[in-house]
């Protein structure tokens, strides 16, 4: 079953923008932890941003500035705004979504610790 889907990834010149977008599929508390992932060929996953259920937000240094993590709750959808890319930004990225933490910051490398992940988009920046 899919549970989390991403979509917009895409190919795009450094420099320029993408939004990512992870739909749920399963019943997500408003408040639960949500987060953005990613892994390039040959290297391990990282953390790229959470969001916490008060809408706090935790960010990598590599994106700090650059991307934007955000939420529509009506919509069941998370968004990853990403701007100012760079080639070093190029990965599959994927979403995750937790309702069991009262505190979500340190979940920032902690993808398999959340209940529901998402597959993954490709984004390649050149």
Do not use: H
């Not at 259920?53 to 529509?72: E, L, N, P, Q």
Request: aromatic letters at 10%.
């Amino acid at each position: 079953d899919l549970q989390l889907v991403e979509s917009g990834g895409g190919s795009v010149q450094a420099g320029g923008s993408l939004r990512l977008s992870c739909t749920t599929y399963v019943s997500i508390d408003s408040r639960s932890c949500m987060g953005w992932f990613r892994q390039a060929p040959g290297k391990e996953r990282e953390g790229v941003a959470i969001i916490g259920g008060d809408d706090t937000t935790t960010y990598a240094d590599s994106v700090k500035g650059r991307f934007t993590i955000s939420r529509d709750s009506a919509k069941n959808t998370l968004y990853l705004q990403m701007n100012s890319l760079k080639p070093e930004d190029t990965a599959m990225y994927s979403c995750a979504a937790d309702s069991r933490y009262a505190s979500c910051g340190w979940l920032l490398d902690r993808f398999r610790d959340f209940a529901y992940r998402g597959q993954g988009t490709q984004v390649t920046v050149s």
